[in-house]
């Protein structure tokens, strides 16, 4: 179990990195910009990753991960003032997740944990938090992606460069390790 925590902290760094990667092409107002009045900028998209990691990581383990002081609703509305202010929310939200994570074990992965009163294992739990993170950080990426046009920076291997990419890869020595960026 001990390699499902390291595991779990590589996957979530690597969905971390996809945002920050994301957030350092853009401008505070591409940020800003959403297609129709429905639609989530990557303001709110952020608002709402913080607003539920505070929420679900917080005491983790002794209280449900829906907090009575926690307001979803108006993680939907983007009150970021500056992007130093959108940054510190993205990071407050990923100290937490770190934070609560470092401190598992073997012995508390099988514990049961509430969210909105329905049981889950501590990794159910984990692994539903990664689902939904990697859902809104795909969101964030496409609309970097659409926001910036050819001034794109890809993340990973840039269109038309897999063979080139692969080439480089397969003419060096087998890493010894579980977990690759290169998705």
Not at 132 to 145: C, D, R
Request: charged share 25%; proline share 1%.
């Amino acid at each position: 179990m001990e390699s499902y925590l390291t595991s779990i902290i590589k996957q979530f760094e690597y969905y971390k990195s996809l945002g920050d990667k994301t957030l350092e092409q853009l401008t505070f107002e591409d940020t800003q910009w959403q297609s129709h009045e429905n639609a989530n900028s990557i303001a709110v998209i952020v608002k709402h990753l913080s607003g539920n990691m505070l929420s679900r990581w917080t005491n983790f383990l002794t209280e449900d991960g829906e907090k009575a002081w926690r307001n979803r609703d108006e993680e939907f509305i983007d009150s970021f003032t500056s992007f130093k202010a959108l940054v510190a929310a993205w990071e407050s939200g990923w100290s937490c997740l770190f934070k609560a994570i470092s401190s598992l074990n073997e012995t508390n992965l099988n514990e049961i944990i509430y969210i909105r009163n329905g049981g889950h294992t501590v990794i159910e739990a984990i692994n539903r938090q990664l689902a939904h993170y990697s859902y809104h950080i795909g969101q964030i990426v496409f609309l970097g992606k659409l926001l910036k046009g050819y001034e794109w920076k890809s993340l990973s291997i840039p269109k038309g460069d897999s063979k080139t990419y692969n080439a480089s890869k397969f003419s060096q020595e087998k890493e010894n390790r579980h977990f690759t960026d290169d998705l």
